[in-house]
C-alpha cells in the first residue's frame, strides 16, 4: 500500500536468490527505483545488473556524502522520466504510440545524451510469426500480441528506457545510458524470454519469436540518431533474411 521511493539492495543477500534477481522480481510489478551496492564488481554483474532495471551500483564501502547524492541524482532522474513516460500516449487498442509523440521524445533523448556525454542503445523487433497471426488470428489477436508484449518489455526494463510499437509493426527500444555489448545482451534475453511468452486469444495459444535489431548512438560520434536508428532497422531486415529468431548489431561503434 504505501511503497518506498527507492530501493538500496545488496547484491549478496541470504536466501535462494541474490540481490540482482531480487531487483528483476521487484521491477516485475512496480516501478520503483533501485541501486545496488556490493563489494564485488566484475563484468558479469555489471552485466546482469544492468538487465534487472537498476540505476546504478555503488562499491562498498560506501561513503555517506556520495551515497546520499546517487540517492538525490536517482530520485530526480527517476521523477523526470516517469513523468516522460506518462506524456507518451498509446492507442488503447492497438499499442501504437503517434509518430509525432516518437520524434519529441527521440528529440528529448538525443539532447540528453548529447548534453551527458552519453550513449543510447538501440533495439528494433519484430515478431516473426506476424503475418501469420494476422491471417490466422484476425487483427484483434494481432494487437492482443503486441499489447501483452509492450507490458512484458515494460516490465522486464528501466523505468529510464522508452518502449513503442510503431504504424510498421515494429517495437523500437531506447536503452538510456547503454553500451553496444549491453544493448546486445538485453536483446538476447528479449529474445530467449520469447520462449516462455504465449499469449492466449480464444481458447488457444499463440507462441512467437523474435527478430531483432541492434545498434548504439554515441554522443561523441556525430551521427544523428536517426540515422543510427535506421542502421538498426537495417540490422533487424538482416535478421529477417536470415530466417528470424535471432540478434543482428552493427560491428563497430565510432566512439
Known amino acids: 500500500q504505501n511503497p518506498p521511493d527507492l530501493v538500496l539492495m545488496d547484491i549478496v543477500i541470504k536466501g535462494e536468490i541474490d540481490g540482482i ?10 516501478q520503483i527505483p533501485i541501486i545496488f551496492l556490493t563489494a564485488y564488481c566484475n563484468e558479469e554483474l555489471i552485466n546482469r545488473a544492468t538487465l534487472s532495471g537498476s540505476y546504478g551500483y555503488m562499491i562498498k564501502p560506501v561513503k555517506v556524502q556520495e551515497l546520499s547524492a546517487m540517492i538525490k ?3 530526480n532522474k527517476h521523477r523526470q522520466y516517469m513523468s516522460l513516460y506518462s506524456q507518451v500516449p498509446q492507442d488503447s487498442l492497438t499499442g501504437i504510440t503517434r509518430q509525432h509523440h516518437i520524434q519529441e521524445r527521440m528529440a528529448i ?3 540528453r545524451a548529447n548534453r ?3 550513449n543510447i542503445g538501440i533495439i528494433v523487433l519484430s515478431i516473426d510469426q506476424l503475418a501469420l497471426i494476422q491471417k490466422t488470428y484476425g487483427h484483434e489477436a494481432e494487437n492482443l500480441v503486441f499489447n501483452q508484449l509492450l507490458i512484458h518489455l515494460n516490465n522486464i526494463l528501466r523505468q529510464t528506457d522508452f518502449v513503442y510499437r ?3 509493426n515494429q517495437i523500437f527500444i531506447l536503452l538510456t545510458d547503454c553500451s553496444l555489448e549491453n544493448a546486445k545482451n538485453i536483446a538476447e534475453k528479449i529474445r530467449d524470454d ?9 481458447d488457444r ?3 512467437m519469436s523474435f527478430s531483432l535489431g541492434v545498434n548504439c548512438y554515441c554522443a561523441m560520434a556525430g551521427l544523428p540518431l536517426e540515422e543510427v536508428m535506421a542502421a538498426a532497422i537495417a540490422n533487424l531486415t538482416q535478421a529477417q533474411q536470415d530466417g528470424g529468431n535471432r540478434v543482428v ?4 561503434l565510432t566512439p
Do not use: F, G, P
Open 205 to 207: 495459444q499463440i507462441w
Open 73 to 75: 541524482m536517482t530520485l
Open 21 to 30: 534477481e531480487t531487483a528483476r522480481r521487484i521491477h516485475e510489478t512496480a
Open 249 to 252: 548489431l552493427s560491428k563497430t
Open 109 to 111: 533523448e538525443e539532447a
Open 194 to 202: 520469447s520462449h516462455d511468452l504465449v499469449v492466449k486469444y480464444d
Open 116 to 118: 551527458n556525454r552519453q
Open 166 to 168: 510503431n504504424e510498421d
